[in-house]
């Protein structure tokens, strides 16, 4: 039993519907009920916090350049170096950040893409049905029965017998994680389109003798944005975690680019693991709070633009 | 006559972000044994949240703030316990919503479903439970009472449905129905069929109904005495004979007014002007006058109390102020 | 007379029951089956019938939201379901639909104002500026206000947003306007606005309505002629007046004392139909009301009732009338 039975539950959405003052926007009450939800504003600051430091905090540093320098090798933090050296002698709180950078560029990235190819195919099975849309869900099923872990760390094996230039890699890790990705964002933006195909506002759009161009543009693609953008938050973090743990098995990118993931791959090493934390607890750290914070952000996200989402 | 049921007061609020909905408000009612009291009124007007503040429904809910007393045969029912309001719900009140399909548990045949209060409240033996729950089903109308034991709420249509609901209801001997919107989503000669078997079945058993709906053609069919609510308040009611033939309300007038009749065909239905007012934004002062024909000054700073405007019959508008303050 | 604005011609709507994992077809679900009607210009035709009696599917299948199994759907002598793409959509603006749902029908992300003026940009039937004062007019003469323009459709109540929709048809100047149980989610002081719009509408436009409703008593107040149907069939049809004084099929008969009137102690006859609606998956034989009517004989349960003229233009498909 809910709250208040369907009836008044309608009534009470009529009666909020007074118009002797202007209602705010969707967006913007969507922004209220976001800025209320504690936990998705700590995680947005954290969030934010994270970019923020990655991507200007190794300007300020003076050993962004890594220099190798052997006679600080494995040094405790300190006040030169905050967060200690490396086994190279490199200032780990600049490495981290470093790293950071690389991260975060290959979690936005991936996302991006596969967002990208998600939504467009999606759209184009949800929209035109029939033999389109029975070949992109073959599709995506097929990769969807593959588990996406052992996919990457196959593909990941190949590179590195095909001795894939390091520099490359990174952009070959991002195209793997949409690869692996698409199918399940093309899977939701396919079902939210079928069932609003079937609202009755696309009948009158029918009816009323609106072009195909439209109906998609007009009416069908501003009621997917909420879906697109909560996918996109959630599926950042899955990607920076998939990110690191490749790279943690030095499948992804290759030393000496720095990736959080790579990173922790210094504790793999008993004595480091033992006596060097401050090798492995920043990257591990950083990983955590990142992938934590974008969950956090994003569920507030879900829960304020697309509540039928919800568990 | 006794009263089975007495609401003194009754304020159901709730509590939401955009501040507090008083969705009942100062309602007070009673009713007779063996009487049908309609709440009539449009959504929003707290008629169903009346009926589910009395089965206890929205006790200690989230948000959830009730005044008032709530008194059943001298039981105080809001200072129950859960337990001792699960012995009363079921078996003394009972109660049935617009949606049967949603109160039937799907994966339970109508039998289990509707032995179950019987072994609960009776404490009668699975056989005896089965054999009174066959006759049920054949006294509320269908035929195939064995086979409709074996089967699963979905096999069955909307209007058996609600039939099976009844004789879950009645199936404790309860002294009140509760009944919110029963034929609202039913078909008209489907509903018809419901009304006339509620009717037959409370001549048989005596049991007071109180029956929420916003039909007034329902209501004038089935009701001993109307309550009208609107905005959470009552504001008028009487004896069903009186008060469709000499509405007091302007709110009532109107909306007798504003149903199309069979038979009686206007050239222009008469409407009220406007809309309910929002739930969060009342004003102390008289909620209708804004819609109304007749307002007055007083109307607009002063909220009316529901006062006696002639052989029962009361009414909670100013243009009566001088009688109800009198009375 | 003039020729019909419509004219439906034995129209057949057969939906296919799919079942197995290789969607093979194994039965039919007649949702419409074998319907005629005709309305003239200016008229309100009320089409009248319970749940499963195929009433919305009708509607549906002359706006083409549903395609024929058979028949024909002329509109001012064009069969509409011959027409294809750009001719089908350059007559769309003729024939425009009200529904039901006030909350459904209406895109949450889209403004009133762009709503209701967006058809007309896209038939390029008025210049940019021309539209702002066109959906103003119309905003006006469904009673709202030129400040609703700007406003999103969840600012509105249930009756505004009905009142936009009709704005939204409206504004195309139609020549039909097919509208869905357009009241029934409504509240009765709310019902009587809309309903006294349609009747306003039809005076100032000369619109002709097809209203499809449950309600008898609404039909009775705004149609001038009205069809009743059954599990997709349709049982009598004739003007209103003749049809709720003098009706002649037992199933409008039972339907009209169905109506609960708001008249306490109201004596009258009434007639209550034993048993269920049948499902139109799998109707009676011969008079689909046979299982239900209290005259049916033998006759009804094998013979398919035609229907017949019994003066008037009043047509009955009972055996016994």
């Not at chain 1, 209320?36 to 300020?60: E, T």
């Not at chain 2, 972000?17 to 009713?31: H, Q, T």
């Not at chain 2, 699960?86 to 479903?113: D, Y």
């Not at chain 2, 007038?253 to 007012?277: A, D, N, Y």
Request: hydrophobic share 40%; charged share 20%.
């Amino acid at each position: 039993m809910t709250l208040m039975e369907p009836h008044t539950a309608r009534a009470a959405e009529s009666q909020k519907s007074e118009t002797r003052y202007k209602k705010p926007s969707l967006w913007k009450q969507a922004l209220r009920h976001l800025l209320r939800n504690k936990l998705a504003v700590s995680g947005f600051i954290v969030v934010a916090f994270m970019f923020l430091a990655c991507f200007i905090g190794p300007l300020f540093s003076p050993y962004a350049d890594n220099k190798i320098n052997m006679s600080i090798m494995n040094k405790p933090p300190s006040w030169q170096h905050w967060l200690g050296t490396d086994k190279l002698g490199r200032d780990v709180l600049t490495r981290v950040l470093q790293a950071g950078r690389i991260s975060l560029t290959v979690g936005l990235a991936s996302m991006a893409l596969s967002v990208f190819l998600g939504t467009l195919l999606g759209a184009l099975a949800g929209y035109y049905r029939g033999i389109v849309d029975q070949i992109i869900m073959r599709i995506a099923d097929l990769l969807l029965t593959i588990p996406g872990l052992p996919l990457l760390f196959i593909s990941g094996a190949l590179l590195s017998e095909w001795k894939v230039p390091t520099d490359y890699r990174m952009y070959i890790v991002m195209l793997m994680l949409s690869l692996v990705n698409w199918p399940g964002l093309a899977r939701m933006i396919r079902g939210q389109l079928l069932s609003l195909r079937e609202q009755e506002f696309m009948h009158a759009a029918v009816v009323l003798g609106l072009r195909d161009r439209r109906k998609l543009l007009h009416h069908l693609l501003p009621n997917l944005v909420p879906l697109i953008i909560v996918m996109a938050t959630l599926n950042i973090g899955g990607a920076i975690l998939s990110e690191s743990v490749l790279s943690f098995f030095g499948l992804g990118v290759m030393p000496p680019t720095p990736t959080w993931g790579n990173m922790i791959d210094a504790a793999n090493n008993m004595i480091d693991f033992q006596q060097r934390p401050w090798l492995w607890i920043p990257p591990g750290l950083s990983i955590f709070a990142t992938v934590i914070a974008i969950n956090l952000f994003g569920d507030g996200l879900r829960d304020v633009l697309d509540p039928k989402l919800k568990r | 006559m006794s009263a089975l049921l007495k609401i003194e007061g009754l304020s159901t609020h709730f509590i939401t972000e955009e501040g507090r909905i008083k969705a009942v408000d100062e309602v007070s009612l009673r009713i007779l044994q063996g009487e049908t009291v309609c709440i009539v009124g449009e959504s929003g007007c707290g008629k169903s949240v009346t009926a589910m503040s009395v089965m206890g429904l929205l006790q200690g809910g989230l948000g959830v703030a009730i005044d008032g007393r709530i008194t059943f045969q001298d039981t105080d029912l809001l200072s129950l316990n859960k337990a001792e309001i699960r012995a009363i719900r079921g078996h003394e009140i009972a109660m049935i919503f617009q949606e049967p399909m949603s109160s039937l548990n799907p994966v339970l045949t109508i039998g289990e479903q509707l032995i179950e209060p019987m072994m609960e409240h009776l404490k009668l033996n699975k056989k005896v439970a089965r054999e009174r729950a066959t006759a049920l089903i054949e006294q509320v109308g269908i035929s195939r009472s064995k086979q409709i034991m074996n089967s699963y709420p979905h096999e069955l249509s909307g209007g058996m449905l609600q039939r099976i609901m009844i004789a879950m209801a009645i199936s404790c001997g309860p002294k009140l129905l509760i009944a919110d919107e029963p034929t609202t989503a039913l078909d008209v000669t489907i509903q018809a069929q419901i009304l006339d078997m509620l009717r037959q079945i409370k001549e048989e058993s005596g049991m007071a109904i109180l029956l929420i709906t916003h039909d007034l053609g329902v209501v004038a069919e089935m009701a001993d005495y109307v309550v009208v609510m609107y905005a959470g308040k009552i504001v008028e009611e009487g004896e069903v004979t009186k008060l469709f033939e000499d509405p007091k309300h302007p709110y009532t007038q109107g909306l007798l007014r504003s149903k199309p009749v069979l038979g009686q065909r206007q050239e222009e239905l008469f409407s009220i002007p406007g809309q309910v007012p929002n739930l969060l934004e009342l004003q102390p002062y008289c909620y209708f006058h804004d819609r109304c024909e007749h307002c007055m000054a007083i109307c607009r700073t002063q909220e009316p109390e529901l006062g006696v405007v002639g052989h029962q019959q009361k009414a909670a508008c100013w243009l009566y102020g001088e009688v109800a303050h009198h009375g | 007379m003039a020729e019909p604005l419509l004219e439906i011609r034995h129209l057949k709507k057969y939906f296919p029951i799919k079942t197995g994992l290789l969607g093979r077809t194994t039965g039919q679900v007649k949702a419409v089956d074998d319907i005629s009607i005709t309305i003239q210009e200016g008229e309100t035709f009320g089409l009248v019938g319970e749940s499963g009696s195929g009433k919305s599917t009708v509607g549906r299948s002359i706006v083409r939201l549903t395609e024929k199994t058979d028949g024909e759907i002329m509109f001012r002598g064009t069969d509409l379901h011959s027409l294809q793409g750009d001719e089908l959509r350059r007559l769309r603006p003729k024939l425009q639909m009200i529904f039901q749902d006030p909350y459904g029908s209406l895109n949450p992300r889209i403004r009133v104002g762009d709503a209701i003026g967006e058809a007309l940009l896209d038939h390029g039937l008025l210049g940019k500026g021309e539209i702002r004062e066109r959906v103003l007019e119309v905003l006006n003469s469904c009673g709202l206000s030129s400040y609703h323009i700007d406003r999103y459709p969840h600012e509105f109540s249930g009756g505004q947003r009905q009142r936009i929709g009709i704005a939204r048809a409206l504004i195309l100047n139609p020549d039909l306007m097919i509208a869905d149980e357009p009241v029934s989610a409504l509240d009765v002081s709310i019902q009587a606005q809309i309903i006294n719009l349609f009747r306003k509408l039809q005076e100032s436009q000369g619109l002709t309505y097809l209203f499809i409703s449950h309600d008898l008593s609404v039909v009775e107040h705004l149609c001038s002629h009205v069809g009743v149907m059954y599990l997709g069939g349709m049982v009598e049809t004739a003007t209103r007046d003749e049809l709720f004084l003098h009706p002649l099929h037992p199933y409008t008969k039972a339907l009209l004392s169905a109506v609960p009137m708001p008249i306490p102690r109201l004596k009258r006859e009434r007639i209550i139909l034993k048993g269920d609606i049948p499902s139109p998956a799998n109707p009676p034989s011969g008079c689909k009301f046979h299982t239900r009517c209290p005259f049916a004989t033998s006759e009804c349960r094998e013979q398919i009732p035609n229907m017949r003229n019994v003066g008037s233009n009043h047509y009955v498909a009972c055996h016994w009338v």
